[in-house]
Nanobody, 119 residues
Framework: QVQLVESGGGLVQAGGSLRLSCSAS????????MGWYRQAPGKQRELVAT???????NYAHSVKGRFTISGDNAKNTVYLQMNSLKPEDTAVYYC?????????????WGQGTQVTVSS
């Protein structure tokens, strides 16, 4: 089992910055990728950014140039630096850790952290 603990959410004014952190513990092997997803009220959960075990990053178009994902393999931690925040970034942000590949692929999720951007 893998446990993911997120931190760093909160309330910020438009144009401000926040940094989210997610630490993994438990049976942390065969990591495929870690990433962040978000879900706004009444909307589906969507990808924000992912970081693969080989260092490849992928961002949603809406956050490119504003958000940066990074990781510390030694600490099993992934970060999301969010700059130039907009009210439309308001959502619950979920940490994701994918372990294994193909048929053995499995997703773990954090409990979510609220990010609110005021206009």
């Amino acid at each position: 089992q893998v446990q993911l603990v997120e931190s760093g959410g909160g309330l910020v004014q438009a144009g401000g910055s926040l940094r989210l952190s997610c630490s993994a513990s438990g049976t942390t092997f065969s990591i495929n990728s870690m990433g962040w997803y978000r879900q706004a009220p009444g909307k589906q959960r969507e990808l924000v950014a992912t970081l693969t075990s080989t260092g490849f990053t992928n961002y949603a178009h809406s956050v490119k140039g504003r958000f940066t994902i990074s990781g510390d393999n030694a600490k099993n931690t992934v970060y999301l630096q969010m700059n130039s925040l907009k009210p439309e970034d308001t959502a619950v942000y979920y940490c994701n850790r994918r372990q294994g590949w193909g048929r053995d692929e499995y997703d773990y999720w954090g409990q979510g952290t609220q990010v609110t951007v005021s206009s």
